[in-house]
């Protein structure tokens, strides 16, 4: 029972931080545009994404941001700036298939990729990556979570035992 509640801690903890990325992450997300980071949000409200693209010799060229849903469907948005420093409501995206934010948005944790490029660089292209999470709340995860260990350690305990087998 001591292995399964520290199991159980584990995979809590795991999921809790499954979310987050350092605080340097060059995307981040917020209520507002210019507010606070933040990186989760219920589903009647809209991340802005906050892009800052490194600061190079050159215009930006190119930009194409890739954002994952948690059942792992990709949607993409290209050419959308050309700053360095860049907010982006994602009410105001209409995605790859033509699809809005409204339409597209669920429950779990969204993965954010944007691929760049400039002209006249020191360096050409990148890669920059960022997270968030729509809710259902992880602490709602972690107590059903918990309802289930204890649903089995019930069921578990209540089983009759069979003796073993003579053969």
Do not use: C
Not at 132 to 161: D, N, W
């Amino acid at each position: 029972m001591k292995k399964f509640i520290l199991l159980l801690a584990f995979i809590l903890t795991v999921f809790s931080l499954s979310s987050a990325y350092a605080d340097d992450t060059p995307i981040t997300t917020s209520l507002t545009e210019g507010g606070i980071t933040e990186d989760v949000f219920f589903l009647n409200q809209t991340p802005w994404l906050n892009i800052i693209f490194p600061e190079v010799t050159g215009t930006l060229d190119y930009t194409k941001l890739k954002i994952t849903s948690p059942l792992n469907v990709t949607y993409a948005y290209s050419n959308f700036t050309d700053l360095q420093n860049t907010w982006l409501n994602l009410d105001a995206v209409v995605f790859s298939g033509g699809k809005t934010w409204d339409e597209i948005k669920s429950p779990g944790i969204w993965n954010i990729k944007t691929d760049y490029g400039y002209e006249e660089a020191v360096y050409d292209a990148g890669t920059l990556r960022g997270a968030f999470t729509i809710v259902p709340e992880p602490i709602s995860s972690a107590l059903f979570l918990l309802g289930g260990a204890a649903l089995f350690a019930r069921r578990r305990k209540t089983q009759p035992k069979t003796p073993p087998s003579l053969h």
